[in-house]
């Protein structure tokens, strides 16, 4: 077998593992980069990536040099070893050779998927307490949010603009992620869910925009009343991770206005807000980040890099925008997937630090290259 068949498909097996194991797809991600520097070695290709990429070296080289003003130094060199996670961009952009590679492996997450939500239903019904936060197979319910989010928002898109046979089996998977992400209790991503819902509709049917409200409080009116309780605790300043979201919103901004130009060095923001002068609750201090891209962000890594993560956003927007011009029924519904799937994410980083999540942030840039990769496979058959 050719080695241009093996990148795809060991993408495709990092997908298939992305919600059922960390560790297994961790390692098919491996194999993946692996087989891809020998392609493009062998084939002597050149590294080629979408346009924001540019803004993401320039984020990983910025966050490189916090580590060196860092207040621990080791700890933030260590952690900054995620940033070789960027590297599924141009991985994902070349690694496809057809747009039949693209559909396999997003088939791949599709079986992800159901897999996870099978499973977060059974602990739900069977182990959990009421009220409790299912995690599914991730070790923590902000990771398992994170990525139904991401999911959801790729399944529906492909129910709504993919004409083929599998059409109805997402939308049932967008169904059954839809409830899996209620059960986790996760408001930031219930927030992005209802963006990225918008926005799908809105490319869909503006008009159909509409159900949008309806759906939501159908929903509601449905829900246990834990769920109803954790919904209405959204416009509360009285619940307590509202208050403690606004501590952190307060001690970040004291915290960069200390260390404006490279932050106190990437995760060490947890140590550095124990300290008694940012008189934060106990609880708050018992966390380990912001919940807040931004605030996090500048914090950690100063106002230069924040600057190159807001680029990054904007420029991947911007591209989004004008390639969802393109109506190619091969393409679009990956750009609408990837533009929903932005706005959504974007949407719950403004409560939650969502870019600190390896494993969401991994899916996250696949799923925005994804259109790229379709759009340059489109423009080679084009040429031949």
């Known amino acids: 077998m050719k080695i241009s068949c093996l990148v795809p498909a060991a993408i495709a097996f990092y997908l298939l593992f992305s919600m059922v ?13 692996i087989l891809w520097v020998i392609y493009m070695i062998r084939s002597k290709q050149k590294i080629i990536f979408p346009g924001f990429f540019w803004a993401l070296l320039a984020y990983s080289f910025l966050s490189l040099i916090a580590c060196i003003f860092s207040d621990n130094p080791k700890v933030s060199f260590i952690d900054s070893r995620e940033l070789l996670l960027f590297l599924i961009v141009p991985l994902v952009y070349t690694g496809f050779q057809k747009i039949k590679d693209i559909r396999m492996s997003n088939l791949a997450l599709l079986a992800s998927g159901l897999v996870s939500v099978l499973f977060s239903f059974f602990i739900f019904l069977f182990k959990y307490e009421p009220g409790e936060r299912i995690s599914g197979f991730m070790g923590h ?10 999911f959801a928002t790729l399944a529906l898109s492909l129910l709504l603009f993919n004409h083929g046979k599998t059409k109805y089996i997402w939308g049932a998977a967008f169904f ?5 992400l209620v059960l986790t209790l996760t408001r930031n991503a219930w927030v992005g869910l209802a963006v990225a819902a918008f926005v799908l509709l809105f490319l869909y049917k503006p008009k159909f925009v509409v159900l949008l409200p309806i759906g939501l409080a159908l929903a509601f009116l449905v829900s246990p009343k834990s769920i109803k309780q954790r919904a209405l605790s959204v416009f509360s300043l009285k619940s307590p991770s509202n208050a403690i979201r606004i501590e952190y919103l307060r001690t970040g901004w ?19 807000f124990q300290n008694p002068k940012y008189d934060l609750s106990e609880d708050a201090r018992s966390n380990v ?6 605030i ?16 990054f956003v904007i420029w991947a927007f911007v591209s989004l925008i004008r390639l969802i011009k393109n109506k190619n029924p091969s393409l679009f519904p990956f ?14 980083g403004l409560f939650e630090y969502n870019f600190g999540d390896s494993e969401v942030v991994t899916l996250f840039l696949y799923l925005i290259t994804m259109p790229f990769a379709a759009k340059r496979i489109l423009k080679l058959q084009e040429n031949k």
Do not use: C
Request: aromatic share 8%; glycine share 8%.
């Open 21 to 33: 194991s960390i560790s297994v797809s961790q390692a098919m991600l491996g194999i993946a980069f």
């Open 141 to 150: 319910y902000m990771t398992q949010a994170g990525l139904l989010l991401l």
């Open 176 to 180: 059954a992620s839809s409830i899996a």
């Open 254 to 272: 004291e915290i960069i206005k200390e260390h404006p130009l490279f932050g106190t060095g990437p995760d060490t923001v947890d140590v550095i």
């Open 289 to 294: 980040h912001l919940h807040n891209n931004i």
């Open 296 to 311: 996090q962000i500048a914090a950690e890594r100063g106002l230069f890099t924040l600057l190159a993560w807001l680029a």
């Open 335 to 348: 750009t609408a997937a990837a533009l929903s799937g932005l706005l959504a994410f974007f949407a719950a």
